[in-house]
């Protein structure tokens, strides 16, 4: 005997652990039949866990008359169910105008700054934001996504829980019951509710899916709303597992800094489309900001960027720009694509080309084997600690890949330009010369001494980029362990 609605929502509840003893329910009324059915059902399952109930109800200025009967439809009805109820009036027309946003974007972006505004006047310890979705909520959405090729993420439907920034948790219990259960269960109750005019305009893609799409779908099959929730919830636990994958191989693949992202160009050459398309969608959002409206189109452009030559751009949407660097692709708000890039970690300052930045010697042996990175304004620093097999394995003679015999290295090291005192070693009995005669020697051009990239420990100089490694670190036959290092990108390209 299939459940009732109360039943179903009530097993939801405690199945998925949406609500909990002394939680802050803050539920979102607009009067339609799904909201109501909540905030009835919510009130109902009190009774068996003890918990705070009151409802937020927001105004969206759209709909004139219509929509201030709505505010007092919902009004009323707390007053008679005892429960405080907190009324937003927005003006979502003319923050459309003002954000150049469409109505449905900008109601819904108002619509949680007034859930969060009034959950963040709260003292309660757990705070949780109750959303009216359905499972035909859900088949619509996830329709929706396939049309747009949104990917995996979009297919999985909405999800039956999230967090919002303020320390609220949105939790939607109604998932698991349909439009028609939902009204079958207020007609029981002798329930009224109010019927937004807008949900039958089709010039919404949702309402057009709503109409059309799922009505011959349900032709089809009957189940097709729950079947759809089904495979949505697969697909869902699907996604949450290669955004952990992807989460982990990003920390290796994308380099951050204050300008945007580096995507190595390694990611498509080692991982999947599917890991490697996730590491970008995140580095994508993760420089917009936001992850609304980043298609599978746009991670698709990016992936074929990283195949292109060195110097090609593509535009992404919030205004971000992505380059085809000699590392891989550079992701950037537009107004800093001016082919510069910012440093990494820095000692001092803002400006890295001038203070340079610290090298952890814990970092690089915590994650043995692993390369660090670093970008520079002019190209990209990467190390590694790792042993060293003297059989097996030769000394490159290249002009950016050294090896140095980490085992003589004893202090944290800097990668910065020259300063007084900076001294080379010359050979294995430890002579030393400045570093300025050793440029002189070298006929660098005075205006030029400055620019060059040093590895430092301290006043030693291990790496004098383009030139000679310092004999203190030069690997030997009871060498255990070495520091590789190689600097690339820009002007520095091996021959």
């Not at 109501?36 to 109930?53: A, D, G, I, N, T």
């Not at 009034?118 to 909520?137: F, Q, T, Y």
């Not at 949104?150 to 698991?176: Q, Y």
């Not at 390694?266 to 993760?286: C, I």
Request: hydrophobic share 35%.
């Amino acid at each position: 005997m299939e459940r009732t609605v109360r039943e179903k929502v009530f097993a939801w509840i405690e199945q998925k652990k949406l609500i909990q003893k002394d939680d802050m329910v803050f539920v979102g009324v607009s009067g339609g039949a799904d909201s109501v059915c909540l905030l009835l059902l919510l009130l109902e399952y009190r009774k068996r866990v003890p918990f705070s109930v009151q409802v937020v109800h927001v105004e969206h200025g759209i709909r004139g008359e219509e929509s201030r009967e709505d505010a007092e439809f919902t009004r009323k009805l707390c007053e008679r169910l005892d429960v405080v109820c907190h009324i937003c009036e927005v003006d979502v027309p003319g923050y459309a105008r003002e954000h150049r946003m469409g109505l449905e974007e900008a109601a819904r972006s108002l619509r949680y700054d007034c859930f969060r505004r009034v959950a963040g006047e709260s003292s309660a310890a757990v705070k949780k934001l109750a959303l009216a979705h359905h499972a035909d909520d859900n088949a619509e959405t996830v329709l929706f996504q396939l049309a747009r090729g949104s990917g995996v993420r979009g297919l999985g439907g909405i999800r039956m829980m999230r967090e919002l920034t303020g320390g609220v948790t949105v939790i939607r219990p109604l998932l698991g019951v349909t439009r028609a259960q939902i009204e079958g269960y207020l007609r029981e109750q002798g329930a009224d509710w109010r019927t937004d005019a807008t949900n039958e305009d089709t010039g919404y893609s949702r309402n057009r899916i709503r109409h059309n799409v799922l009505p011959e779908l349900l032709k089809v099959n009957g189940r097709a709303v729950e079947h759809i929730a089904q495979s949505a919830a697969q697909l869902s636990e699907l996604s949450d597992y290669v955004e952990r994958e992807a989460a982990g191989i990003a920390q290796r693949m994308c380099l951050w800094d204050a300008g945007g992202c580096v995507v190595f160009k390694e990611l498509f050459e080692r991982y999947p489309a599917v890991l490697s398309g996730e590491v970008v969608y995140q580095a994508v959002s993760g420089v917009a900001g936001s992850n609304r409206d980043i298609g599978s189109v746009h991670i698709q452009a990016v992936e074929r960027l990283a195949g292109l030559q060195v110097g090609r751009r593509v535009t992404l949407p919030y205004g971000i720009l992505a380059e085809r660097v000699y590392e891989g692709v550079r992701l950037m708000r537009e107004a800093q694509g001016s082919g510069q890039q910012s440093g990494g970690k820095r000692c001092h300052g803002d400006d890295p080309a001038q203070e340079g930045f610290e090298i952890s010697l814990e970092e690089l042996e915590e994650k043995e084997g692993e390369w660090k990175t670093f970008l520079l304004p002019d190209g990209c620093l990467r190390l590694r600690v790792r042993t060293f097999d003297e059989e097996t394995e030769k000394i490159p003679k290249k002009t950016y890949t050294k090896l140095l015999n980490y085992d003589k290295i004893k202090h944290s090291m800097q990668f910065r330009k020259r300063a007084g005192g900076d001294y080379l070693t010359i050979d294995g009995d430890g002579h030393r010369k400045k570093l300025k005669e050793y440029l002189i020697e070298e006929k660098v051009p005075r205006g030029q001494r400055d620019d060059i990239w040093l590895l430092a420990e301290e006043s030693h100089v291990l790496w004098a980029v383009g030139k000679r490694i310092s004999a203190g670190c030069r690997v030997d036959p009871d060498t255990k362990k070495i520091l590789e290092v190689q600097i690339s990108g820009g002007n520095y390209r091996e021959d």
